[in-house]
C-alpha cells in the first residue's frame, strides 16, 4: 500500500506560478511512474504530466507543454509540478498518481493507476 500525499494548492491570481508537491510513502514498483491528472466537476479526468522512476522520462499534455515542470527527488519520494502562467481554466483539483506501467505517446487519457492522492484544490482567479 502506497499512500500520496499532495500539497501546495490555494487560491492563486491568473498570470503566477505555483508548486505542487506529492510525497509517496514508499518507493516501491507502483511508483514507478508518478504522474498529475486534475480533475473539475462535471468532467473527466485530464491527464497534466507524468515523470518516470529516477526523471528518466517525462510526458506533459499538450495543453501544459511549455507551461509546466515536471520533477522528481528520488531520495525523499517527492514529486513535483511548477505551473508557470496560470489561467482560470487551470482551476481543478490536481491528483498525485503513481503507476508501475509508462506510457508512451500519446499518453492515454483515461490511463491506469495504482494508487492515488486525495487531491488538492487550485483556483486560478481572473
Known amino acids: 500500500q502506497v499512500v500520496l500525499v499532495e500539497s501546495g494548492g490555494g487560491l492563486i491570481q491568473a498570470g503566477n506560478s505555483l508548486r505542487l508537491s506529492c510525497v509517496a510513502s514508499?518507493?516501491?514498483?507502483?511508483?514507478?511512474?508518478m504522474a498529475w491528472v486534475r480533475q473539475t466537476p462535471g468532467k473527466d479526468q485530464e491527464f497534466v504530466a507524468a515523470?518516470?522512476?529516477?526523471?528518466?522520462?517525462?510526458n506533459y499534455a499538450d495543453s501544459m507543454q511549455g507551461r509546466c515542470t515536471i520533477s522528481r527527488d528520488m531520495a525523499t519520494n517527492t514529486m513535483y509540478l511548477q505551473i508557470h502562467k496560470l489561467k482560470p481554466e487551470d482551476t481543478a483539483v490536481y491528483y498525485c498518481?503513481?503507476?508501475?506501467?509508462?506510457?508512451?505517446?500519446?499518453?492515454?487519457?483515461?490511463?491506469?493507476?495504482?494508487?492515488r492522492g486525495q487531491g488538492t484544490q487550485v483556483t486560478v482567479t481572473a
Open positions: 515523470i518516470a522512476y529516477g526523471g528518466r522520462s517525462t
Open positions: 514508499a518507493d516501491t514498483t507502483e511508483t514507478y511512474t
Open positions: 498518481v503513481s503507476t508501475s506501467h509508462w506510457y508512451f505517446d500519446p499518453w492515454p487519457a483515461n490511463f491506469r493507476f495504482d494508487y
